[in-house]
């Protein structure tokens, strides 16, 4: 069991958009709609921004959006802010009652 | 509000057992799943598994199959997480976070730092 594909690393200026690629195969991303993402800024506990592959939890900015194509899914920050600069997880439901996370993208405001 | 306190961090050497907490409060104890997941020193999350604390149904990540113990009492609202002999590798910051039956953790725990070092 692998873990999920993310980029290392995703730069943008304020105000711009940016997107996380995730990808898995058709064992959980490809299968399920059950991605949730989390930020996770340093030295914190991670926190949960979007469950079942698009959806916002109360209190989360609609900055925020994600979709899913194939075996793969996204998550796209707009109007880039400095607080958005943080390490960004995916995870999938995988089977057999597990999770799988992704390894990771920090997300660097220029 | 949806509160998941865990215990204190833990210094262990290599061998010795270990058993962290996390209390939960401000929800119905029995109606979420409890998950655990890792994080070693500047890497990524890792699932590891999850209980039930009504039923005390347990699952696994193949990963850490065999390698702990997941369980929970209800009575006191409180999951575990266990090591009966621990390595090194085992050193890293462990979250509990409640789960949902379409499987996110929407609330975490502050984290519970374990060292592993002779």
């Known amino acids: 069991q692998s873990a999920l594909t993310q980029p290392a690393s995703v730069s943008g200026s304020p105000g711009q958009s940016i997107t996380i690629s995730c990808t898995g195969t058709?064992?959980?991303?490809?299968?399920?709609?059950?991605v949730s993402w989390y930020q996770q800024h340093p030295g914190k506990a991670p926190k949960l921004i979007i469950y079942?592959?698009?959806q916002r939890p109360s209190g989360v900015s609609n900055r925020f959006s994600a979709s899913k194509s194939g075996n793969s899914a996204s998550l796209t920050i707009s109007g880039l802010q400095a607080e958005d600069e943080a390490d960004y997880y995916c995870?999938?439901?995988?089977?057999?009652?597990?999770?799988?996370f992704g390894g990771g993208t920090r997300v660097t405001v220029l | 509000e949806v509160q998941l306190v865990q215990s204190g961090a833990e210094e262990r050497k290599p061998g010795e057992s270990l058993k962290i907490s996390c209390e939960a409060s401000?929800?119905?104890?029995?109606?979420?799943?409890i998950a655990w997941v890792r994080q070693m020193p500047g890497k990524g999350l890792e699932w590891m598994g999850l209980?039930?604390?009504?039923?005390?149904?347990?699952r696994y990540s193949p990963s850490f199959q065999g390698q702990v113990t997941i369980s929970a009492d209800k009575s006191i609202r409180t999951a575990y997480l266990q090591w009966s002999s621990l390595k090194a590798s085992d050193s890293a910051i462990y979250y509990c976070?409640?789960?949902?039956?379409?499987?996110?953790?929407?609330?975490w725990g502050q984290g519970t730092l374990v060292t592993v070092s002779s």
């Open positions: 995870c999938s439901y995988s089977g057999r009652d597990t999770n799988i």
């Open positions: 058709l064992s959980d991303v490809g299968t399920y709609n059950l």
């Open positions: 401000g929800y119905s104890f029995t109606n979420y799943w």
């Open positions: 079942e592959g698009s």
């Open positions: 209980v039930q604390p009504g039923e005390a149904e347990t």
């Open positions: 976070a409640r789960a949902h039956s379409s499987w996110y953790q929407d609330s």
